[in-house]
């Protein structure tokens, strides 16, 4: 199902870094093909090949999120109905229109959890490092409705593993950056160091 028909597309006007963050598990990169299949491609190629097609599982939806669903996806009810629906039994306190609201938006996101999502034109992607350089970095794809944290399908894992190594060998041209000595680094420097970063430790048998 596509992006926009489960989730509400978010407002242009505040800054895509305030927009919600899920997770998006099994997830596939595609570039359209003109004449042919789409084929599977690395996201951070994306300035090269133009806007991409990914598709995955949104697991869970945060509760502080929830209100991204969008309740069209369920024919034309409202929040309100949606919830008498699904929570409706005799002995249920009365509550008021804002609690209501909230319940029946919890109750909608949790009928969403593990929905396979097409997100289309994907144009942005985002890069969270870590201290610990043993941690990967986190992806990020933004979308219509929110950023969306890459977890590759198997089929993609090979792609996935490029996207990592760039986002390794940026975080290797930052740390340069904030060097005393940066200014004596060379590009031969840098590109050693990038490659003794990402390559296993070469032992001749001689």
């Not at 599982?57 to 008498?84: A, E, H, R, S």
């Not at 593993?161 to 940066?182: I, N, P, T, Y």
Request: proline residues 5%; hydrophobic residues 35%; aromatic residues 10%.
């Amino acid at each position: 199902m596509l992006e926009t028909k489960i989730f509400k597309p978010y407002n242009n006007k505040i800054d895509s870094e305030a927009w919600p963050q899920l997770d998006l598990v099994d997830a596939v990169v595609y570039r359209h093909v003109a004449g042919r299949p789409d084929e599977l491609c690395d996201l951070l190629d994306v300035q090269f090949t133009g806007p991409l097609r990914i598709t995955g599982t949104v697991p869970d939806i945060p509760t502080k999120f929830n209100k991204m669903v969008n309740c069209k996806q369920n024919n034309t009810w409202d929040l309100v109905t949606i919830y008498m629906l699904t929570c409706c039994q005799t002995d249920l306190p009365v509550l008021s229109g804002g609690q209501a609201r909230s319940k029946a938006a919890a109750a909608l996101a949790k009928s969403v959890h593990k929905s396979t999502i097409t997100i289309c034109n994907v144009l942005t992607y985002s890069l969270e490092s870590y201290t610990n350089p043993k941690t990967n970095s986190t992806i990020w794809a933004l979308g219509q409705a929110g950023w969306y944290s890459i977890s590759p399908a198997t089929e993609y894992s090979k792609y996935f593993e490029r996207s990592l190594e760039k986002a390794h060998a940026w975080d290797l041209v930052l740390e340069f950056g904030k060097s005393r000595k940066f200014e004596k680094v060379t590009v031969e420097n840098l590109f050693a160091k990038v490659i003794s970063s990402i390559l296993p430790p070469f032992h001749s048998n001689s």
